[in-house]
């Protein structure tokens, strides 16, 4: 069954750092988002993006976060200057046709921020 | 705004019947789903059931809709130690576009032998 494959699966980073966060969509997909789970928390919508262009994004994701698509392939999700509060867990989905279809979720990558 | 509220841990035995219950806000949601995360996982779609439904069943799993209380629940018949996980309920705000999903807290589904 297609995977949606995410790396690193767990990231330590030094507050004020900037990370990536790696995503390999299914390759027929064509909706693409970004969601995080603080821990103890819900799981929060940041971004949508389509047709190489951001379609949705929630309050959270401010300038310090940016998507990319640089391939065609990987879907990156970059924080820069990293804050404690930033650690969470970062999920990567994708569909098809979009929501009403269902997302296939990655893995997840675990960020801590020290 | 959205939200969506569910209780945060259910204890079962092997063999019983588990449901999990989820409330939220948003009148204009058009689909609800239940997700699974197992230890170490992403989110698995389980089910999802449109608003202008109110029962779907998949083999051992019955969502019940009551969209007069907005009040979702996900039934686990014959529940297996596998079934131990959090499930999430989710719901999309319909408004259009690329919706985004609103998950609950999770619920803690433990199965004990």
């Known amino acids: 069954e297609p995977e949606v494959t995410q790396t690193p699966s767990h990231q330590v980073t030094q507050m004020g750092q900037e990370v990536i966060l790696r995503c390999v969509p299914i390759s027929n997909h064509l909706y693409f988002y970004w969601y995080r789970q603080i821990l103890g928390q819900k799981v929060e919508f940041l971004v949508s993006f389509y047709n190489n262009e951001i379609s949705e994004k929630s309050e959270i994701f401010d300038d310090q976060f940016s998507v990319e698509r640089p391939d065609g392939s990987n879907f990156t999700l970059k924080i820069r200057s990293t804050k404690l509060e930033d650690s969470a867990m970062y999920f990567c989905a994708s569909s098809e046709r979009g929501t009403h279809y269902g997302y296939t979720f990655g893995s997840g990558t675990r960020l801590t921020v020290v | 705004g959205e939200d969506v509220e569910q209780s945060l841990f259910l204890s079962v035995r092997e063999g019983d019947s588990s449901v999990i219950n989820c409330t939220y806000t948003?009148?204009?949601?058009?689909?609800l789903y239940w997700y699974k995360q197992e230890p170490g996982a992403g989110l698995q779609l389980l089910t999802y059931i449109f608003s202008n439904m109110d029962m779907k069943q998949d083999q051992r799993l019955t969502v019940l809709l009551n969209k007069k209380d907005k009040h979702l629940s996900l039934r686990i018949a014959d529940t297996q130690t596998g079934d131990s996980a959090i499930y999430f309920c989710a719901e999309t705000p319909d408004r259009g576009g690329f919706q985004k999903l609103v998950f609950g807290t999770g619920t803690r589904l433990l199965v004990s032998p």
């Open positions: 948003d009148s204009s949601s058009t689909y």
